[in-house]
């Protein structure tokens, strides 16, 4: 998980909302299972978007504002964000191909 962001209520503004680079949100929870199995996948884009967008994870139990400030309910939740803004978004579990070319929507 070398190149996947680890998301807090906290550093979210600073590392999400004002990123200079588009951003892919992972809204997860240990827990959960589907989350778990797309786990491998966020690792994966991590690795293959390095320095064009910043992947990460956000722990909906350990970072409930954000998870409600998004109207999260269920998960796993997948925004991608450009400029501070939602883009665009998934829920459950997603095949690879389809989240990357979301992403290739917003890199520059």
Same mark, same amino acid.
């Given at each position: 998980?070398? /190149?996947? *962001?680890?998301? +807090?209520? %906290? /550093?979210?503004? +600073?590392?999400?909302?004002? %990123?200079?680079?588009? $951003?892919?949100?992972?809204?997860?929870?240990?827990? *959960?299972?589907? *989350?778990?199995?797309? #786990?491998?996948?966020?690792?994966?884009?991590?690795?293959?978007?390095?320095? &064009?967008?910043?992947? #990460?994870?956000?722990?909906?139990?350990? /970072?409930? +504002?954000?998870?409600?400030?998004? #109207?999260? %309910? /269920?998960?796993?939740?997948?925004?991608?964000?450009?400029? #501070?803004? $939602? $883009?665009? &978004?998934?829920?459950?579990?997603?095949?690879?191909?389809?989240?990357? &070319?979301?992403?290739?929507? $917003?890199?520059?």
């Amino acid at each position: 998980m070398a /190149n996947v *962001c680890e998301f +807090t209520d %906290s /550093n979210f503004e +600073t590392e999400v909302l004002q %990123s200079a680079e588009p $951003v892919l949100v992972d809204f997860w929870a240990p827990w *959960c299972g589907p *989350c778990r199995m797309l #786990g491998p996948v966020i690792e994966q884009l991590a690795a293959e978007n390095a320095g &064009s967008v910043k992947v #990460g994870k956000l722990d909906v139990q350990d /970072n409930p +504002t954000m998870a409600a400030r998004y #109207g999260i %309910s /269920n998960i796993p939740a997948i925004m991608v964000f450009q400029g #501070g803004q $939602v $883009v665009d &978004s998934f829920i459950g579990v997603q095949p690879k191909d389809r989240l990357q &070319s979301a992403l290739d929507q $917003v890199k520059a």
